[in-house]
């Protein structure tokens, strides 16, 4: 398995913000990932 490009900070942060509404799409590109990844 590789290692992530991003924290656990970063993951958490993330997560968060899609929980509080933001869009899957712009949390994935703001972080650079793909929303596959996601």
Known sequence: ???S????????FG???VEEGTPIS???RKAG???ATF
């Open 1 to 3: 398995m590789n290692r």
């Open 5 to 12: 490009k991003l924290t656990d900070a970063q993951i958490a």
């Open 15 to 17: 997560l968060r913000q």
């Open 26 to 28: 712009e949390v994935c």
């Open 33 to 35: 990932i793909a929303e």
